[in-house]
C-alpha cells in the first residue's frame, strides 16, 4: 500500500467554481499534514497545514482531516485560472521529521 | 519575509564530475532537508539535518551524496561523482521545528551529461 495517495488527475474545474482535492495516506502514526501548490518548473510552496481533525479555513482555502479515515482534503473556492497547478499532499509521521509527498493531483482552472 | 536561497539555479556538469549545491535556510529554523524531483515524477525525500548532524536519510541518499553546514548560514549537498541519473531539480527546505511545515528554496536544476 502506499504512504499517500492521490489522484494524479487532470482535475477540470470551471473558473468560479470550488475545486476539491482529495488525498489518503496509509500511516496511522502520521501527524501533521500539509498541502503544497507546484507550478511547472517551480518549488512546491505551502498552501495548508493541518494538525488536527476538522477544517482550517484561510481564505479561499480550506482543508479538512479525518484522522479516523486517514482522509485529508483541500477545498479552493471562487477558482481562479491562477489556481492551475500541481497540488501536493504531504505529511510527517511520529517517529521521524521528514515531509512525505504525494506524486500530486494536477488542477486546470478553465476560464 | 524570510526565504530559502538557493545557488546556482541551474548546473550543468559533466558525468563523473564533483557538483556542490548550496543553500541559506531561513535563519531562525532548525531543520535543514534536501528534496529531489526528477522531471514528471513526485518530490523525494533525500536527507534531513538538525543539530549539525543527519538526523535521517533515505536510500536515494548514498556513499556518493553528503551534506554539511561549514558556517552558521550555509547548508551544502555534494554529489561526488555524478551520474546521468542524477539530472533532477534538487531543493532545500528548512523548518523551525521538527513535524511542521517546511519551506523551499526555488531549487537548483542539475543536468548531468
Known amino acids: 500500500q502506499k504512504e499517500v495517495e492521490q489522484n494524479s488527475g487532470p482535475l477540470s474545474v470551471p473558473e468560479g467554481a470550488i475545486a476539491s482535492l482529495n488525498c489518503t495516506y496509509s500511516?496511522?502514526?502520521?501527524?501533521?499534514f500539509f498541502w503544497y501548490r507546484q507550478y511547472s518548473g517551480k518549488s512546491p510552496e505551502l498552501i495548508m497545514s493541518i494538525y488536527s481533525n476538522g477544517d482550517k479555513e484561510d481564505g479561499r482555502f480550506t482543508a479538512q482531516l479525518n484522522k479516523a479515515s486517514q482522509y485529508v482534503s483541500l477545498l479552493i473556492r471562487d477558482s481562479q485560472p491562477s489556481d492551475s497547478a500541481t497540488y501536493l499532499c504531504a505529511f510527517t509521521r511520529n517517529r521521524d521529521d521528514k515531509i512525505i509527498f504525494g506524486k500530486g493531483t494536477r488542477l486546470h482552472i478553465l476560464p | 519575509e524570510p526565504e530559502v536561497t538557493q545557488t546556482p539555479s541551474h548546473q550543468v556538469t559533466q558525468m563523473g564530475q564533483e557538483v556542490i549545491l548550496r543553500c541559506v535556510p531561513i535563519s531562525n529554523h532548525l531543520y535543514f532537508y534536501w528534496y529531489r524531483q526528477i522531471l514528471g515524477q513526485k518530490v523525494e525525500f533525500l536527507v534531513s539535518?538538525?543539530?549539525?548532524?543527519?538526523?535521517?536519510k533515505s536510500e536515494i541518499f548514498d556513499d556518493q551524496f553528503s551534506v554539511e553546514r561549514p558556517d552558521g548560514s550555509n547548508f551544502t549537498l555534494k554529489i561526488r561523482s555524478t551520474k546521468l541519473e542524477d539530472s533532477a531539480m534538487y531543493f532545500c527546505a528548512s523548518s523551525p521545528t521538527a513535524n511542521t511545515e517546511a519551506f523551499f528554496g526555488q531549487g537548483t536544476r542539475l543536468t548531468v551529461v
Open positions: 500511516d496511522r502514526g502520521s501527524q501533521s
Open positions: 539535518f538538525y543539530n549539525n548532524e543527519i538526523s535521517e
